[in-house]
C-alpha cells in the first residue's frame, strides 16, 4: 500500500524539479538580456563619442590643409619666398615630342 503514495512523492518531486528548471531558465535569459541591454547602451555610448572624435580629427585634419595655413608655414618656418620676376625659368616643349 505505500506504494501509491512514493509513485505520487517521486512524481511531485519530478514535477517541482521542472518547475524550477523552467523558473530559473526563464530567470537567467532575463538577466542576460537586462546584461546584453546595458552593453547595447554602453556600445551606443562609446559610438557617439567616436562620432565626436571623428568630427574633431576631420575639423582639425581640414585646419592643417588649408591653403592659408601651409602658405605661412612655408613662409615663417621653412623660410620659402615668392620667386622674383628675374628668377623665373621659362622652358619650352622642342618641336619633335620631346
Do not use: C, W
Not at 555610448?45 to 588649408?66: K, P
Request: proline letters at 3%; hydrophobic letters at 45%.
Amino acid at each position: 500500500m505505500k506504494r501509491p503514495r512514493s509513485r505520487s512523492v517521486l512524481r511531485l518531486a519530478v514535477l517541482a524539479f521542472f518547475i524550477f528548471l523552467v523558473l530559473f531558465t526563464y530567470s537567467s535569459l532575463n538577466l542576460m538580456n537586462v546584461d546584453l541591454g546595458y552593453r547595447q547602451h554602453e556600445l551606443l555610448r562609446q559610438e557617439a563619442r567616436l562620432h565626436l572624435e571623428i568630427d574633431a580629427l576631420r575639423a582639425q585634419r581640414a585646419g592643417l590643409l588649408s591653403l592659408e595655413r601651409i602658405e605661412r608655414v612655408a613662409r615663417e618656418e621653412l623660410g620659402y619666398q615668392y620667386p622674383q620676376p628675374g628668377q623665373i625659368v621659362k622652358i619650352a616643349e622642342a618641336d619633335d615630342g620631346r
